[in-house]
């Protein structure tokens, strides 16, 4: 073989190695955009508050948040979360401060401004009680994965199933855990001690 | 003697109710609940003492307009609240207790919000063992 030819053989094995790393770098981005996009649970929203006025989550920007999803005609499992969260806030011994607390309903058309603010007043520490618009509702839901449906009951009331979980927001914004109902104490205490740091 | 009469007897009494259902209804208490607030729910527990299975049929709060049977219970996340027409077993020798995320019972039609230190009258119809009466507590909202 002469060596014009060797040198270009050379050539062509540096250009396949050029395009076989490019291809990695191209494919290694592409799975973490990917993997980014499959965690983003959360995002910015706007809501109405207990005062009726518009809330934004810019103003929960910076700290981190504990965030329910429920209804105020739920006589057990809402309660119960929220009363936990308060309880939990208060055994990490960091304050009101070290977390919000922020109530969402998944029931517009019964809990209006006035209902969400009587409901979180109820927990002697402050809770963050959010309505809006069903079409408001619904776009933080999605943003959330968080599922709801009314299910009628026989006192021609209705009931809503939800997604019972809290969700953990560190001060970033960003999502960190979820708190089950059924996790114990010890489990939750230790999530909530990721995001107030 | 009076005390050894009494004991005799609480023995004998014990001996029959072999084989049946022998109810304590105990520990009531509810979360306190704000204006608005048509329903809540109250907890409780049952003792069978009696070797005999029982079941818990039906509930009447009168403080209430409606006292039903209830069950949370979590499916793939989702937390869905049912009602329980069929009652729930006590079975004989069993300690069941109605606690937060669990069965509880709803009351409904609340003409006022239930108040911290209210104590509400309940009575709980069981099949075999009839009716038992209980007193609800109403505790502070962040009760566990």
């Known amino acids: 073989m002469s060596l014009k030819r060797v040198r270009l053989l050379l050539w062509v094995l540096v250009g396949l190695a050029a395009a076989g790393v490019a291809a990695l770098l191209i494919y290694q981005r592409s799975v973490q955009t990917r993997t980014e996009q499959a965690i983003a649970v959360g995002g910015p ?14 103003k929960l920007a910076g700290k981190p948040f504990a965030i329910f999803f429920g209804f105020t005609h739920c006589p057990d499992v809402c309660p119960t979360t929220l009363a936990r969260l308060a309880r939990l806030r208060g055994q990490l011994g960091r304050g009101e401060d070290s977390f919000a607390i922020v109530f969402v309903t998944v029931d517009p058309e019964r809990d209006g401004p006035q209902e969400v603010g009587r409901y979180t007043a109820l927990f002697n520490t402050p809770v963050i009680g959010l309505t809006g618009t069903p079409a408001a509702i619904e776009q933080v839901k999605k943003q959330f994965g968080v599922f709801s449906q009314k299910v009628a009951q026989p006192n021609s009331d209705y009931s809503v199933d939800h997604t019972a979980a809290t969700f953990l927001i560190g ?8 708190i089950a109902p059924e996790e114990g104490d010890s489990a939750a205490l230790a999530k909530l001690k990721r995001i107030i740091g | 003697m ?6 005799a007897a609480l023995l004998l009494a014990a001996c029959g109710a072999r084989g049946t259902a022998d109810i304590v209804v105990e520990k009531g208490w509810a979360r306190a609940t704000v204006a608005g607030q048509d329903s809540a729910a109250a907890y409780l527990t049952i003792v069978n003492r009696g070797g005999g299975d029982d079941r818990l049929l039906a509930v009447s709060v009168p403080r209430a ?16 609240m049912r009602d329980m027409s ?6 004989g020798g069993a300690t069941v207790a109605l606690a937060p995320n669990g069965t509880h019972i709803m009351l409904s039609g609340l003409a006022a919000p239930l108040r911290q230190g209210e104590q509400i009258p309940a009575t709980l119809r069981f099949a075999k063992a009839g009716t038992k009466d209980v007193m609800i507590k109403v505790e502070e909202a962040s009760a566990q």
């Open chain 2, 86 to 91: 069929d009652g729930l077993a006590v079975p």
């Open chain 2, 65 to 80: 307009s409606m006292a039903m049977l209830h069950t949370s219970s979590m499916e793939d996340g989702i937390m869905r």
């Open chain 1, 45 to 58: 929203f706007s809501l109405t508050d207990s005062n009726g006025l518009p809330f934004s989550s810019v």
């Open chain 1, 171 to 178: 001060p970033d914004g960003k999502f960190v855990a979820t």
């Open chain 2, 2 to 7: 009076k005390l050894v009469l009494a004991f």
